[in-house]
């Protein structure tokens, strides 16, 4: 029989959260100069040259997977390894912060996101590059993995049986998975590539295939988690019905399975009904029970989660849309950008500067309104861009090509307005030192 480890000592507690706030923050740090550099700007670049040329055809594919690489794994993946790091330490079993584990991590993800960049930008030496990318990412995400998996919460020493895993941790506990098998996957996919392909660009099928495990698979059940465990205390909502949770997220990873085989209508269908169920298991549009804890934020912050659901429904329409008419990859574009967009970026600047600011040494964020003002430019952005890229590309209205690139430039106006509010957020001082000074 095994006994619990006892509680470690005040002064080993204050010592791992320290050392977790400033790992945590290393990883937000660094997710933040891969949204605004490789991801953000290079993406405005690229869609200026595509509305120049009004074609696809003007930008080479591995310098349109750079862009997106750089955006979901560089800047949400990024942010994900490192809120996975900080709830290390808050398990009961966890004696030690694992320092040396974590920084090595966030040196081998942060290293390979940026090499996987560089090959898919300037093809310099991209088949070396390309698989040192892949195996990098795969070796820093492992690291995490075994960190996750030595230090488990305490079993309860009382007689009462032990409770079952909530959902919302089954479902974060599937898209941590589902990382696990994308970087597996992405490592062979890239390894062949330098071995046996002519350009650093992965097969456009098999990209897009990558593309849709990567949101579905990782991203979309990830937020849907962490969703059921903080939107009923930030938010005020009924708390999620674990069941239909579930049920979502199942028939998001049987869409992501389809999405491999030629049943691709089948896969669209199967996200709609998953992003229906998503809804009504979280309770997102219904009354709210609570008035929501908008303290030290803007107080629309209920009304804009609720807006990234919008663009969730959006997103699978605008796919079914495109499985059945879509010619030039107007409507595919506009679907993945609602999804990405509208729905994941817009869900982190909405939660993030409810919670970053408190992991990185509860902090107090820098300004409200600078959170309001980047969302309503999200937003914007967002819809501009889901409402042209259609028209453009599809040649329902010339014209859309002059305006794509407004689009382009009001994201990356609210991407700098978030990154530069969680900068100056990380420049202060802890909110316990402000107020100790001016008390």
């Given at each position: 029989?095994?006994?619990?480890?006892?509680?470690?000592?005040?002064?080993?507690?204050?010592?791992?959260?320290?050392?977790?706030?400033?790992?945590?923050?290393?990883?937000?740090?660094?997710?933040?100069?891969?949204?605004?550099?490789?991801?953000?700007?290079?993406?405005?670049?690229?869609?200026?040259?595509?509305?120049?040329?009004?074609?696809?055809?003007?930008?080479?594919?591995?310098?349109?997977?750079?862009?997106?690489h750089?955006?979901?794994?560089?800047?949400?993946?990024?942010?994900?390894?490192?809120?996975?790091?900080?709830?290390?330490?808050?398990?009961?079993?966890?004696?030690?912060?694992?320092?040396?584990?974590g920084?090595?991590?966030?040196?081998?993800?942060t290293?390979?996101?940026?090499?996987?960049?560089?090959a898919?930008?300037?093809?310099?030496?991209?088949?070396?590059?390309?698989?040192?990318?892949?195996?990098?990412?795969?070796?820093?995400?492992?690291?995490?993995w075994?960190?996750?998996?030595?230090?488990?919460?305490?079993?309860?020493?009382?007689?009462?049986?032990?409770?079952?895993?909530?959902?919302?941790?089954?479902?974060?506990?599937?898209?941590?998975?589902?990382?696990?098998?994308?970087?597996?996957?992405?490592?062979?996919?890239?390894?062949?590539?330098?071995?046996?392909?002519?350009?650093?660009?992965?097969?456009?099928?098999?990209?897009?295939?990558?593309?849709v495990?990567?949101?579905?698979?990782?991203?979309?059940?990830?937020?849907?988690?962490?969703?059921?465990?903080?939107?009923?205390?930030?938010?005020?909502?009924?708390?999620?019905?674990s069941?239909?949770?579930?049920?979502?997220?199942?028939l998001?990873?049987?869409?992501?399975?389809?999405?491999?085989?030629?049943?691709?209508?089948?896969?669209?269908?199967?996200?709609?009904?998953?992003?229906?169920?998503?809804?009504?298991?979280?309770?997102?549009?219904?009354?709210?029970?609570?008035?929501?804890k908008?303290?030290?934020?803007?107080?629309?912050?209920?009304?804009?989660?609720?807006?990234?659901?919008?663009?969730?429904?959006?997103?699978?329409?605008?796919?079914?849309?495109?499985?059945?008419?879509?010619?030039?990859?107007?409507?595919?574009?506009?679907?993945?950008?609602?999804?990405?967009?509208?729905?994941?970026?817009?869900?982190?600047?909405?939660?993030?500067?409810?919670?970053?600011?408190?992991f990185?040494?509860?902090?107090?964020?820098?300004?409200?309104?600078?959170?309001?003002?980047?969302?309503?430019?999200?937003?914007?952005?967002?819809?501009?861009?889901?409402?042209?890229?259609?028209?453009?590309?599809?040649?329902?209205?010339?014209?859309?090509?002059?305006?794509?690139?407004?689009?382009?430039?009001?994201?990356?106006?609210?991407?700098?307005?978030?990154?530069a509010?969680?900068?100056?957020?990380?420049?202060?001082?802890?909110?316990?030192?402000?107020?100790?000074?001016?008390?």
């Amino acid at each position: 029989m095994t006994h619990p480890s006892p509680p470690p000592a005040p002064d080993d507690t204050r010592a791992l959260e320290s050392a977790s706030q400033r790992l945590v923050t290393a990883f937000i740090a660094t997710g933040l100069l891969f949204l605004l550099l490789p991801g953000t700007f290079l993406g405005v670049w690229n869609l200026i040259g595509i509305s120049s040329a009004h074609s696809l055809t003007s930008i080479t594919p591995a310098s349109l997977q750079a862009h997106g690489h750089a955006q979901v794994f560089g800047w949400v993946g990024s942010f994900i390894l490192g809120i996975g790091f900080y709830s290390l330490t808050k398990m009961q079993t966890l004696r030690r912060f694992p320092i040396r584990s974590g920084w090595t991590s966030w040196a081998a993800w942060t290293l390979g996101v940026l090499l996987r960049w560089i090959a898919g930008i300037t093809a310099w030496h991209w088949r070396t590059l390309l698989p040192a990318a892949g195996i990098l990412e795969l070796a820093g995400f492992l690291l995490f993995w075994r960190a996750v998996r030595r230090h488990r919460p305490a079993q309860s020493t009382t007689s009462t049986p032990a409770t079952s895993t909530p959902a919302w941790m089954l479902a974060v506990l599937l898209g941590t998975f589902a990382l696990l098998l994308v970087l597996i996957l992405q490592c062979f996919v890239l390894i062949h590539a330098a071995l046996a392909d002519s350009s650093p660009a992965v097969p456009h099928v098999l990209d897009q295939q990558l593309v849709v495990f990567a949101a579905w698979g990782v991203l979309v059940p990830t937020i849907w988690g962490f969703n059921a465990r903080w939107l009923p205390i930030f938010a005020g909502l009924r708390d999620p019905d674990s069941k239909t949770l579930l049920a979502a997220c199942l028939l998001a990873a049987l869409g992501v399975v389809a999405a491999f085989t030629p049943w691709l209508t089948f896969s669209a269908a199967l996200f709609l009904v998953a992003a229906t169920l998503a809804i009504l298991a979280l309770h997102i549009w219904e009354p709210a029970l609570r008035p929501a804890k908008t303290e030290n934020i803007h107080r629309s912050f209920r009304f804009f989660l609720r807006l990234c659901y919008v663009w969730l429904v959006v997103s699978c329409l605008l796919n079914l849309w495109a499985v059945i008419g879509d010619h030039n990859g107007g409507f595919w574009g506009a679907s993945r950008h609602a999804l990405t967009v509208g729905f994941v970026a817009g869900m982190i600047l909405t939660i993030g500067p409810r919670i970053l600011p408190a992991f990185c040494g509860m902090r107090t964020l820098h300004r409200p309104s600078w959170m309001a003002v980047s969302l309503v430019l999200l937003h914007a952005g967002c819809a501009l861009r889901v409402t042209l890229e259609p028209l453009a590309y599809e040649g329902l209205w010339h014209a859309a090509w002059k305006l794509l690139p407004v689009s382009a430039f009001v994201e990356l106006s609210a991407v700098v307005a978030f990154a530069a509010n969680l900068f100056a957020t990380l420049l202060q001082p802890p909110a316990h030192i402000t107020h100790a000074r001016t008390a």
